[in-house]
């Protein structure tokens, strides 16, 4: 979809009364009751480091084997069902506007101990994606979340701090090696200063194999950030790596 047919899709959803942003429903601001009575919420408790429901061990099997490379990782829901369906319509129907309601789920999990050990984070950075895939979309999903996150918590937003410099294929259908190498050395830090000595939070719509995840916080460790957390609405995992699921 083209910046222009996001930009009529906005118009037309503005003319309109709100939505639903997964079943749309017309009438409901965010979620309807339906669909909010059936958000695949993570329960606790949770691997320590990524966030996958486990119980009763610290750390999952794939933590322990290969912990991904933030510090802890966390997802407030499951990416299926209603959730599933709202990221669908918000990324690929290019509806910037559900964006809001997504990032309440977001919000509602930073109030949760779901995310205690993320609340070290000092400043919010929204995984970037390459300007020729936002020029594509019309709008970067994560720099609206993040927006809409950082207005409700108050943590600061730093926008323009992480950049993409490599455009490749989307990880959308690959395997676990092949997402790594897709985006390696694909982030670049454009302003070191902003996150020197400092603990970010990465903020997203979906993590599965933590690849992209991964490569954003090395780049960022780099460049001088003392820690790095992760944050997103849903968590798909893939197949091999589903244990908690
Ligand atoms: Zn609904
Ligand atoms: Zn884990």
């Not at 319509?89 to 995310?115: C, D, H, I, M, N």
């Not at 970037?128 to 994560?142: D, M, T």
């Not at 927006?147 to 294929?169: D, I, M, S």
Request: glycine share 6%.
């Amino acid at each position: 979809m083209s910046w222009w047919q996001t930009l009529c899709q906005e118009l037309l959803d503005m003319l309109y009364p709100p939505r639903c942003a997964s079943c749309a429903l017309v009438g409901w601001e965010g979620w309807c009751k339906e669909c909010a009575d059936h958000i695949p919420y993570i329960p606790l408790p949770v691997c320590a480091r990524c966030g996958t429901p486990i119980d009763p061990q610290r750390f999952c099997p794939f933590c322990l084997a290969q912990p991904p490379v933030p510090e802890a990782v966390r997802a407030v829901a499951r990416y299926r069902g209603v959730v599933r369906a709202a990221i669908h319509r918000f990324k690929y129907e290019a509806r910037p506007s559900l964006a809001p309601a997504l990032a309440q789920l977001l919000v509602q999990g930073w109030q949760t101990p779901l995310t205690e050990p993320l609340h070290a984070a000092e400043a919010v950075l929204p995984l970037p994606i390459h300007s020729r895939r936002e020029r594509e979309r019309g709008f970067n999903q994560s720099l609206l979340l993040a927006r809409e996150f950082c207005r409700n918590t108050g943590l600061p937003l730093l926008g323009n701090v992480l950049e993409r410099v490599a455009y490749r294929q989307p990880q959308v259908g690959l395997g676990e090696s092949e997402r790594r190498d897709n985006v390696r050395d694909a982030f670049r830090v454009v302003q070191p200063q902003a996150i020197a000595g400092k603990s970010v939070l990465l903020l997203d719509d979906v993590w599965t194999t933590g690849s992209t995840l991964n490569e954003a916080t090395r780049a960022l460790l780099a460049a001088g950030a003392r820690r790095v957390f992760a944050y997103t609405v849903a968590h798909e995992p893939l197949q091999t790596s589903a244990s908690g699921y």
